[in-house]
Every structure is written in C-alpha cells, then in structure tokens.
C-alpha cells in the first residue's frame, strides 16, 4: 500500500532554512501537500504541488519535488519562531476518491 | 464558511463511560474523516465516508468505536466502553472529493482516566 516517510524532529536557529524532507512510495499520485500543525489546533494545509511540476515557490516557501526518487521536500527561508510546529506531508493516491495518506509529521523547533 | 465544526474541544471522562464526539463538515463537501492522533502512533485514519456511506473502516481500533453519519451535515464517533488508552486528539476532516485537499477540524482532545 502507500506509505508516506518524515524524519521526526528537525531544529534550527531562527533566521536560518529549514528543509523538510519526505518520501513517498506511490508513483500514480497526482497531487502532494505540506500540512502545517500549531499546537492545540488541527491540520492547514500550507502548499501542494501538482505531480507534473519540479519546484513551486510561495514566499518564504519553496517545494522541491523528485518524482523520480519520490522524495518531497519543503524549505523555509529564514525561519522564525512562528514557524515552529509540526509539519505533514500527505499524497493524492492515483487509485482516485481515496483518501490523502499522510506522513507521521516532523517536528520543527526554532531556536531564538 | 466556518470550517470544519468539532465538539466538544475537550472531553474528560471515566473509564467505561461512553463518549460521543460530533462533527460538522464543510457544506457541499462530499467525503468524510475520522483521524486520532497520538504522541506514539502519530496520525491514524479510523473511518471515511463518501456522501454519507461509511467506505473503509479498517482503520477502527476496536467494536468499542463505531461511526455514523445520518446526514451530509453531520457525523459522529461514538466509544463505548473508553479506556485511558483511547485517550488522544480525534479529528474529524473533510474535503470535496475523496482524494482532494482535506479541511480538518480544530479536534477533540479527550482523555479517559
């Protein structure tokens, strides 16, 4: 079936990037998404990226896609502490009316 | 559109009651989901439903929850008997199509002691 992998926490010192990576088994998806979690609050989707395209970029936001390798990564320019949260990536699968699968999310901590 | 509506945002209860979580999805919104999510096993989909009809349920820990969704505009998830280890943040989404971006709402952090 298909299956969606994030590191688990990443850090980083305010002002710096941050990159996100995932990595994803199904080939046939057509759409992946960046979810973004506050605490104590739900899911928000934050960018996506039709299947079709290499890079999008939105602000501070720039997602990077190999679908070759299947690997998905989010980076976010100069990071502030606003940004700490938990991050979800989430795939379209191809099979279609199926639900997004998600990844377990990477904790991202910024350091003043 | 006020989002997805979930109540109540907190719930604490004692073991072997039964809890009834509810949920308000997106008007015009045809697929429906039930999430739970932890500190261990992150974020888990228990059910979905396509315009109103349950579709996959695999997701269901136990014949202890159950779901039901009378209506395009409502559903909910119903532990009976809970056990402290049901306790976590439900969240309920929904989206357009099944597949598409899913709107989720703020949760239901419950605990069971």
């Known amino acids: 079936g298909e299956d969606v992998e994030q590191s688990l926490f990443l850090s980083v010192r305010e002002g710096d990037s941050s990159v996100i990576n995932c990595t994803y088994t199904?080939?046939?998806?057509?759409?992946l998404y960046w979810y973004k979690q506050e605490p104590g609050a739900g899911l928000q989707l934050l960018t996506y990226?039709?299947?079709?395209?290499d890079m999008k970029q939105d602000q501070r936001l720039t997602v990077l896609l190999n679908k070759k390798d299947k690997h998905l990564s989010l980076r976010i320019a100069d990071t502030q502490t606003g940004d700490s949260a938990i991050y979800f990536c989430?795939?379209?699968?191809?099979?279609?009316?199926?639900?997004?699968?998600f990844g377990k999310g990477t904790r991202l901590s910024v350091i003043a | 559109d006020a989002g997805v509506i979930q109540s109540p945002r907190h719930e604490v209860t004692e073991m072997g009651q039964e809890v009834t979580l509810r949920c308000k999805p997106i008007s015009g919104h045809n697929s429906l989901f039930w999430y739970r999510q932890t500190m261990m096993r992150g974020l888990e989909l228990l059910i979905y439903f396509n315009n109103n009809v349950p579709i996959d349920d695999s997701g269901m820990p136990e014949d202890r929850f159950s779901a039901k969704m009378p209506n395009a505009s409502f559903s909910t998830l119903k532990i009976q008997p809970s056990e402290p280890r049901d306790s976590a943040v439900y969240f309920c989404?929904?989206?357009?199509?099944?597949?598409?971006?899913?709107?989720f709402g703020q949760g239901t952090r419950l605990t069971v002691v």
């Open positions: 989430a795939e379209s699968p191809g099979s279609g009316n199926t639900p997004l699968v």
């Open positions: 199904d080939s046939s998806s057509t759409y």
């Open positions: 990226i039709f299947s079709n395209m």
């Open positions: 989404a929904s989206s357009l199509n099944g597949d598409t971006e899913a709107f």
